[in-house]
């Protein structure tokens, strides 16, 4: 719509849609050819989503740069990443990688007064110089998928990066995944938005919104706000959610079980329950279906040995028991 400045895409697929509208927009598309490097920081609750998103940028030729936390989880899922320092942590930092053009995307997600003051200094750095920039991980596997389009030649669909799979195809999601993504989602849309809301009417009174840094750091997290909730209502409408209790046991792994294994390397035993991506925390003893070890596990039955590739080497484990909890 010329009036608003709004453009569509259209196409047979959402990859080829999107990248269309991208490109009628006057927005620049990144790593389409060439060497290209992503800067990657995203908040605490992201850092496992991240991962699937590192693997596709990736596998279209990006290398990958990250604040400490977020490097942290990418080298603990395999994938190589150099780090880069925070604004506040001192230079060289991030800004100055952009100031330097040596970033050609970028995905940010935050929370907290320190990470958005932080994230508003990098925004209007890569506004002008022109760097794509995602503020949440739904934002970001689109634009793999358009990425992947484009670099087909403008031709077919995506064929099989993660994040197609995730965006196209229904998601498996355990009932306790469900459960916390539709708590988290009432409580945005119950309490963190209006309370957001509040307070950018309370900074409005203030003066003068130039130099009113409180009225702009309520306008960023009312952005992440927002931006969450639209990305869990996407995810919530791909999930499939299986509830394994209700499930024949029949001594094979599936999606959902809970299943103990043997390394026979150290003789040390391990418990993990495979879930959903987003469910996934190593601490807790959840691994994500997609996971090395998930996927290395997946139609197993008790008594089989298998082999996970692993960063450190190849690890054998005996499957022990396996329980629908």
């Known amino acids: 719509m010329k009036s608003t400045g709004e453009v569509m895409g259209s196409g047979?697929?959402?990859?080829?849609?999107?990248f269309k509208a991208q490109l009628g927009a006057g927005e620049a598309i990144p790593g389409l050819t060439g060497e290209r490097k992503a800067f990657l920081s995203v908040r605490e609750p992201d850092k496992t989503g991240i991962i699937e998103v590192g693997r596709s940028l990736l596998a279209l030729g990006f290398t990958l740069c990250a604040t400490r936390g977020t490097a942290?989880?990418?080298?603990?899922?395999?994938?190589?990443?150099?780090?880069?320092n925070k604004v506040y942590e001192g230079?060289?930092?991030i800004v100055d990688l952009l100031k330097n053009d040596e970033i050609a995307y970028i995905v940010n997600t935050t929370e907290g007064r320190q990470a958005i003051n932080d994230s508003s200094v990098i925004r209007r750095t890569a506004l002008s110089r022109k760097v794509p920039y995602a503020t949440t991980l739904a934002g970001a596997n689109a634009v793999c998928m358009a990425l992947e389009y484009g670099r087909g030649d403008y031709g077919a669909a995506p064929s099989g990066s993660a994040c197609r799979s995730?965006?196209?195809n229904k998601v498996p999601m355990t009932v306790?995944?469900?459960?916390?993504?539709?708590?988290?989602?009432?409580?945005?849309?119950?309490?963190?938005?209006?309370?957001?809301?509040?307070?950018?009417?309370?900074a409005r009174e203030h003066g003068d919104l130039k130099?009113?840094?409180e009225y702009h750091a309520a306008r960023e997290q009312q952005g992440f706000i927002e931006g969450r909730i639209q990305e869990i209502e996407s995810k919530l409408s791909v999930a499939q959610v299986i509830d394994v209790t209700k499930l024949p046991k029949t001594g094979k792994?599936?999606?959902?079980?809970?299943?103990?294994?043997?390394?026979l390397d150290t003789d040390a035993e391990v418990t993990y329950r495979i879930v959903g991506e987003?469910?996934?925390?190593?601490?807790?003893?959840?691994?994500?279906?997609t996971s090395p070890i998930a996927r290395a596990l997946i139609g197993k039955e008790e008594g089989d040995v298998v082999v996970v590739k692993t960063p450190g080497g190849d690890v054998e484990y005996e499957v022990g028991s396996v329980e629908h909890l």
Not at 179 to 201: F, T
Not at 257 to 262: E, G, H, M, N, R
Not at 278 to 287: L, M, P, V, Y
Request: glycine content about 6%.
């Open 12 to 18: 047979d697929t959402f990859a080829e849609a999107f």
């Open 72 to 84: 942290a989880a990418l080298e603990a899922a395999g994938l190589a990443v150099e780090h880069v």
């Open 91 to 93: 230079r060289p930092h």
């Open 166 to 168: 995730k965006s196209m």
């Open 176 to 202: 306790a995944g469900e459960r916390s993504l539709r708590e988290e989602l009432d409580h945005l849309k119950s309490e963190a938005r209006p309370q957001v809301i509040a307070a950018i009417a309370e």
């Open 211 to 213: 130099e009113n840094a």
């Open 253 to 263: 792994v599936i999606f959902g079980v809970t299943v103990s294994l043997l390394n």
């Open 278 to 289: 987003d469910e996934a925390n190593i601490k807790s003893g959840r691994i994500s279906v």
